[in-house]
């Protein structure tokens, strides 16, 4: 079946550093492929999202690219902040049945020192 | 404001009684989902629902009861079978097959003592 790889955290970086979240997927066809963010405390929230082979999905510095040939959908930022501490999900989606049926990794926790 | 409500945010149980989470959207969103949080452990499907009075099971379905009724509300009733029910339990919704994009509400989290 379907499934979603995050690299293992948590992740603890400065301030202004470089950010990879790596994630792998595994699934038949082409899956829509997102990244949702998770604050203390909340609910998730939609971070970007990739619908299609070669789609880069940016939002609040963040960026990933869907790469059919390596399955993955990795996460990067080029400078990160405070504010971006928070548990980062990978997923996919298949639409079934007028439901989209999400997988998820199983997150990674990001804290980002001042 | 539109969005998704849960409640309670916070509740205990005694083990042996069924508790009922609600959900609520005002998005206009035809399909709802309700997920089970653990901890390293990433989001489960435990059940969903395309349309109103119909519904489906998720991955870890046993031991959780849903009904859906009327197109905001979503309950989920957590059953004494459940045989590990202390969890963070997030309810989302979408638009008919749209591309993926799930909108959550913040969680309840259920405790047994």
């Known amino acids: 079946g379907d499934s979603v790889t995050q690299m293992e955290g948590p992740v603890t970086l400065s301030e202004e550093a470089f950010l990879t979240i790596n994630c792998t997927y595994t699934?038949?066809?082409?899956?829509?492929l997102f990244w949702y963010v998770q604050y203390p405390g909340e609910g998730l929230q939609l971070l970007l999202k990739?619908?299609?082979?070669?789609d880069k999905g940016s939002n609040k510095g963040f960026e990933a690219t869907y790469r059919k040939e390596t399955t993955s959908f990795h996460l990067e930022k080029g400078s990160v902040q405070v504010s971006d501490s928070a548990v980062y999900f990978c997923?996919?989606?298949?639409?079934?049945?007028?439901?989209?049926?999400?997988?998820f990794g199983q997150g990674t926790r990001l804290t980002i020192n001042p | 404001d539109g969005g998704i409500t849960q409640s309670p945010k916070y509740l205990f149980r005694k083990e042996g009684q069924n508790v009922t989470l609600s959900c609520e959207q005002n998005?206009?969103?035809?399909?709802m989902y309700w997920y089970r949080q653990d901890p390293g452990q990433g989001l489960r499907l435990i059940y969903y629902?395309?349309?109103?009075?119909?519904?489906q099971k998720g991955d870890i379905a046993e031991g959780y009861s849903v009904s859906r009724e009327k197109k905001e509300s979503f309950p989920l009733t957590v059953t004494s079978a459940q045989k590990n029910p202390t969890a963070f339990y997030l309810c989302a919704s979408s638009f008919w097959a749209a591309t993926g994009e799930l909108f959550f509400g913040e969680g309840s989290r259920l405790t047994v003592l």
């Open positions: 629902s395309q349309i109103v009075n119909d519904f």
């Open positions: 998005l206009n969103h035809d399909a």
């Open positions: 699934a038949t066809g082409y899956p829509s």
């Open positions: 997923a996919l989606s298949r639409e079934f049945q007028g439901a989209q049926k999400l997988v």
């Open positions: 990739a619908t299609k082979a070669d």
